[in-house]
Structure formats: C-alpha cells, structure tokens
Nanobody
Framework: QAQLVESGGGSVQAGGSLRLSCATS????????MAWYRQAPGKQRELVAT???????NYANSVKGRFTISRDNGENTAYLQMNSLKPEDTAVYYC????????????????????WGQGTQVTVSS
C-alpha cells in the first residue's frame, strides 16, 4: 500500500520558518516528480512547488524567494523549507508524488500514478 506521510507543520508567527517533510513508502516504481500543494479554508487547492527527479524546481509566484523544495531520491523523500512566512501562507499543505510510466516485457505498460499525503496544517499568525 503506497503512502505519503507529511510532517513538520505547526503554528508560527509571521516572519518565522518551518520545514515540511514528506516520506513515501510502498510506491513500486521510481518517482518522476514530487510537489507540495496547499489549501486554505474556502479556497481551492493550489500548487506551491514542484521538483523533478533531476532536481529542477518550480514555484508559485507567491512563494518564490521564500520557499525551497528539495528531495532525496535515495529515500524518496521531499522537503519544503518555508522562510519569511506570512499569514496568507496559512493552509493545509499536501505532498504529491507521481510515479514514472513503465513499459515492461511483452509491451505491458504501467501508467503514471499520482499519490497524495493526508496533509499537515501550517498556521501563521500576524
């Protein structure tokens, strides 16, 4: 059973920092990309940052320069370092992983699969 488990959320004051971790287990094939999303109350889930297997990262404009995504391919773990936090960063943060499409012998294709964690709450007070 594949699992993504986030940790590191909590409550901080504006200007503070938090580091989120996402540990994966049970994903059979290599992970192509990992990402962090967030969802604030009453709002849609939004993409915060993504990182590919080779380490290429992309960020939402709202977090550029403040957040850094990283991953450990050997441990299939992703991190999100969040600095200079603002009250508008308050949300439930979700980890996302996409496994690689694999072609097996006899032309058996295993498609990409998307996995989600259960989320971790981040609250930033002013």
């Amino acid at each position: 059973q594949a699992q993504l488990v986030e940790s590191g959320g909590g409550s901080v004051q504006a200007g503070g920092s938090l580091r989120l971790s996402c540990a994966t287990s049970g994903i059979r094939f290599s992970i192509k990309s990992m990402a962090w999303y967030r969802q604030a109350p009453g709002k849609q889930r939004e993409l915060v940052a993504t990182i590919s297997r080779d380490g290429s990262a992309n960020y939402a404009n709202s977090v550029k320069g403040r957040f850094t995504i990283s991953r450990d391919n050997g441990e299939n773990t992703a991190y999100l370092q969040m600095n200079s936090l603002k009250p508008e960063d308050t949300a439930v943060y979700y980890c996302n992983a996409v496994s690689m499409r694999v072609v097996l012998p006899h032309d058996v294709t295993i498609p990409e699969r998307t996995y989600w964690g259960q989320g971790t709450q981040v609250t930033v007070s002013s």
